[in-house]
């Protein structure tokens, strides 16, 4: 294969790639539909709140800790070897998934599938990596970031679906067939590639990566579970993690054959990059996550149509990430991720305005807006992760990449998720003193609990969901802004320090000639 003009295959790779990719992002949004059919006792698994937030937090633990070991994992015995194996591991934990009888079978299952995902997901953007020429690869990783858009619209609209005609296992089912698909494929059109230099292994830069990532990963979710960061539970195992991985970094900078070369931080392009996809999907996942309980406690919609009314958001991605990278070459990098990343702050500040009556048409638009700008900033930032390092290295790279993304979304969830409680508690804590004590914290605790109790309270249940519903807007609001104060955070990070149009040709060049002398496998 030519480093020049890539795979001859490489945009049926591609194809592939985007296809073996829709079984991980879809599940990482449909299990959001199947919660409340999960906790049922007769048609699921009865299984209690924190049951259900270890099988939500099993995976992303697992998921989030070994991303960046499967990269390293790739680059060294083959990216296809480790795409498939993923692969075969995913589809066997979602038949498990699919088939447990209780919610300890459901919550292992579920780590066994972020043990796959780990493993599928940087070895995907890998391979585009590999198969395409370097000024093909931004318009690749467009197409590929489009296709992960879609995929998160197409994850609640098929769990609702599946939930509507067959039992909750369903929303697991489906993804078996994309993995027997996917590993047909893979196996006829994707060539293999690693790295062809052959260092040694670095243990343990991988343990301090696993260790690190999965003790600050743990104490992120657990401010999702309580609400709150003031919280020993949270404190020491994120204090841990972030110790554990500062010491992963002074040891990667001291030996000869890093896991990770942390040199590559030098380069203002790759940091601004990594910050840049982190604070994004901080910004946008917050935003998300309350969506989903707007969508339907507050307006009352079925899981399916709270599932459609995000298909504007991923239409807009679709249609402008292929395109991001005719955006890059013609503005440049910084102008466009910098109007980009205004774009998506005005659009998360309009949030802090959104009432119980807003009209749907104005939050779609809404939605679309906010996805086209993401379709501007989230590939070419991808892009420049990935041309910051060698080709042979791409496994690594991807990892990087992901693994800021899973941290950076996990962390917005919970911060974010945090704010929208203390706003709920604080505007409803004045509204139930007539309630028993019990249904007093019930309702004060969540939305969710709050719809619970009004059921059971006929025509005096009405005006407490008002109120429930109001003060859950109320904490919107504050979750907004607070995503838009980081999404603003991450316009002054690229307007300041993302390389200019004249600095992105001349990497380019230089990447480009450096390639000429690559080992290609």
Do not use: C
């Not at 409340?36 to 048609?43: E, L, Q, Y």
């Not at 505007?427 to 309630?435: G, S, T």
């Amino acid at each position: 294969m030519d480093a020049h003009t890539g795979h001859p295959r490489r945009w049926q790779v591609l194809g592939v790639m985007v296809f073996s990719l829709l079984a991980v992002v879809i599940d990482n949004t449909i299990l959001n539909v199947a919660i409340k059919t999960i906790a049922d006792p007769v048609h699921g698994l009865g299984a209690t709140q924190s049951e259900l937030e270890w099988a939500m937090n099993s995976y992303t633990l697992v998921f989030a800790g070994l991303l960046f070991t499967f990269g390293v994992l790739g680059d060294r015995y083959g990216r296809k070897r480790m795409l498939m194996a993923g692969m075969v591991l995913f589809g066997l934990a979602s038949l498990a998934s699919a088939y447990a009888q209780d919610p300890l079978q459901l919550i292992a299952a579920r780590a066994l599938m972020g043990l796959g995902g780990a493993a599928i997901m940087p070895a995907t953007l890998a391979v585009i990596s590999n198969v395409f020429p370097i000024h093909e690869r931004g318009k690749a990783i467009g197409i590929w970031a489009g296709g992960v858009g879609i995929a998160v619209a197409i994850g609640p609209i098929t769990g609702g679906l599946l939930l509507e005609h067959f039992w909750w296992g369903s929303v697991f089912l489906v993804n078996v067939p994309i993995v027997i698909i996917g590993l047909v494929l893979i196996a006829a059109i994707v060539p293999d590639s690693r790295d062809t230099n052959k260092t040694g292994l670095d243990p343990v830069g991988v343990l301090l990566s696993i260790l690190g990532l999965i003790a600050l990963v743990y104490g992120i979710v657990r401010i999702s579970d309580l609400g709150t960061v003031a919280d020993v539970s949270v404190i020491v195992p994120s204090l841990l993690g972030l110790a554990i991985l500062a010491a992963f970094v002074w040891y990667e900078s001291r030996i000869d054959h890093p896991a990770f070369d942390v040199r590559n931080f030098r380069d203002a392009g790759f940091s601004t990059a990594i910050a840049t996809v982190g604070l994004v999907f901080f910004a946008a996942m917050g935003v998300m996550f309350f969506l989903a309980f707007y969508w339907q406690i507050v307006r009352n919609f079925s899981p399916l149509q709270s599932g459609a009314l995000v298909l504007p958001f991923a239409a807009a991605q679709l249609i402008f990430a292929p395109q991001s990278a005719r955006m890059v070459q013609k503005y440049g990098a910084r102008a466009v991720g910098t109007v980009a990343m205004l774009v998506i702050t005005l659009a998360l500040t309009a949030y802090a305005f959104v009432q119980v009556d807003t009209p749907i048409w104005m939050l779609l638009a809404l939605g679309f807006v906010q996805g086209a700008a993401m379709a501007n900033i989230m590939p070419p930032a991808t892009t420049a992760i990935m041309n910051a390092l060698p080709r042979e290295k791409a496994g690594v790279g991807s990892s990087m990449s992901n693994v800021v993304r899973q941290v950076g979304g996990t962390l917005g969830i919970a911060i974010l998720g945090a704010v929208l409680s203390a706003g709920y508690r604080n505007e409803m804590e004045d509204k139930v003193a007539a309630l028993p004590e019990q249904l007093r914290h019930v309702v004060t605790e969540s939305i969710s609990g709050a719809a619970g109790v009004a059921g059971n309270l006929g025509p005096q249940g009405v005006k407490l969901l008002d109120a429930a519903n109001a003060a859950f807007v109320t904490g919107v609001h504050w979750a907004a802004l607070g995503s838009a104060f980081v999404a603003l955070v991450g316009t002054l990070v690229v307007a300041r320090w993302m390389p200019g149009k004249a600095a992105a040709v001349d990497t380019t060049v230089t990447k480009a000639e450096a390639e000429q002398e690559a080992a290609v496998v």
